[in-house]
């Protein structure tokens, strides 16, 4: 335990060491002090309260504690609290990542004053040597027959869905027409009944067991399907009931893919021939092979990274990332999954997505200690010029999102994201890289 007072006196703090990234400050107010935070509340409040047989601020202070005294010592903790707080931190020389955690006494006239500090610390870490970290990369190459696959891909989901004659018997792949009323034990419910609705047989989008059981239906046919809502149906007013569906078919349909030639790629857009589609699929897949080569070439140094480097994670910063992860989810599919369905999620990520936050946060650890050991700095410039390519990606003026930027106090958190990338790239840059046959395998190794 080690002790630091105050040039004054009125202030001393014992700090005393739970973890390498947690202190507890025992800080001890003295009474003159204390009493100076009282006599300045029943000023301030005489000025404040008017007391039935009293001028406007001549009421005693006697009679002031007979009416608020119960309360104001509530306020004078926080009071004492807030005024000593930042210098009893500054005695200590210790710097808190986030705003510590209180536990404060009940402060009492003549006798000093007393509460406990919990301050989370930022981890010292002694690096590794940072050059020839092992890390993974599988190939970029695009093979002829994938640029073929995903042409026949989009020959079938851009064909045309035509009509077939009234004694089609359909199967899977056809297009039923279909319009449809769904029962639970004999009452219609809610979002069960559609009409005119196009469902392709085998496409699994329904609930299990309903389009395997309009196999076979042709124009004009009626049929009844029974199903079984699964236990973890995303409606939890559903989930698993049985239910009865009763169901027309209008049509069938079937989809007639086109020829592949230039007629089709100019159909689909800025293309002359189909040498030019197939030559910006490849570009497109190529481009899409580099970027997940780019991010397990990262993962996996970062991976070596933290596997040589021991440090505890403050669990304030934990809790910080887990809850932001959380936020964002929730903005991302808010309108876009029903209410319940999206509160599960949410549910589950808080259950699971510590995993995922301690690795982040000791990512931005390790990434500043690199930053640090190698002098990676990011200037105003850089900063400048990052605001530009985040204002073309969102389409809108550069000046307007700098000044955005200047009100929102973005610059220091994307300076600090420069700097994280750019410890990376150096990491990356340095790393001793084997190549892999795909990121599967890269997975498992």
Avoid at 240 to 257: I, N, Y
Avoid at 265 to 289: C, M, Q
Wanted: aromatic letters at 4%.
């Amino acid at each position: 335990m080690t002790g630091f007072e105050s040039s004054d006196g009125q202030i001393r703090v014992e700090v005393t060491e739970e973890s390498p990234v947690l202190k507890v400050l025992a800080v001890t107010v003295a009474a003159k002090r204390v009493d100076k935070a009282f006599d300045r509340t029943y000023k301030n409040l005489r000025k404040e309260v008017r007391v039935k047989g009293f001028r406007p601020g001549k009421a005693p202070r006697s009679v002031l504690e007979r009416m608020y005294g119960a309360s104001l010592p509530d306020e004078i903790e926080r009071l004492l609290v807030a005024e000593t707080l930042a210098d009893a931190i500054e005695l200590t020389g210790l710097t808190p990542l986030v705003e510590p955690g209180i536990d404060a006494g009940r402060p009492e006239p003549g006798a000093d004053f007393s509460y406990q500090a919990r301050l989370e610390l930022k981890p010292e870490i002694e690096l590794p040597e940072t050059k020839g970290l092992p890390a993974q990369r599988p190939p970029v190459e695009v093979g002829e027959e994938e640029v073929l696959l995903q042409l026949e891909n989009l020959r079938e989901r851009t064909a045309p869905v035509l009509e077939q004659p009234a004694d089609t018997v359909s199967e899977n792949g056809h297009v039923l027409v279909i319009d449809y009323v769904g029962r639970i034990d004999g009452e219609a419910f809610e979002g069960g009944s559609a009409k005119g609705h196009e469902l392709e047989l085998g496409s699994g989008r329904f609930v299990p067991g309903f389009e395997e059981q309009l196999l076979g239906a042709s124009a004009g046919d009626d049929r009844q399907v029974e199903v079984d809502f699964p236990e973890d149906y995303g409606h939890a007013e559903l989930a698993g009931k049985h239910a009865v569906f009763d169901v027309h078919v209008e049509a069938v349909k079937k989809r007639e893919p086109r020829e592949l030639d230039d007629e089709f790629a100019k159909d689909l857009g800025d293309f002359e021939t189909l040498a030019e589609l197939r030559e910006r699929i490849r570009s497109d897949l190529e481009s899409e092979r580099n970027q997940s080569a780019k991010q397990l070439l990262q993962r996996t140094v970062m991976d070596s990274l933290i596997e040589r480097t021991d440090f505890e994670v403050p669990p304030g910063i934990v809790e910080r990332q887990l809850a932001h992860q959380i936020d964002s989810f929730r903005r991302e599919y808010e309108n876009q999954v029903p209410a319940e369905v999206l509160q599960s999620q949410l549910v589950r990520m808080a259950e699971d997505g510590r995993e995922a936050a301690v690795r982040r946060v000791r990512e931005g650890f390790l990434l500043e200690a690199v930053a640090r050991a190698q002098e990676i700095e990011a200037g105003d410039d850089d900063v400048e010029a990052r605001l530009d390519e985040m204002a073309e990606g969102r389409g809108m003026p550069a000046a307007q999102l700098k000044q955005m930027a200047r009100e929102q106090g973005w610059h220091e958190a994307i300076r600090a994201e420069i700097v994280d990338q750019r410890a990376l790239e150096y990491l990356v840059e340095n790393a001793e890289v084997e190549e892999v046959a795909s990121a599967e395998e890269a997975a498992t190794s």
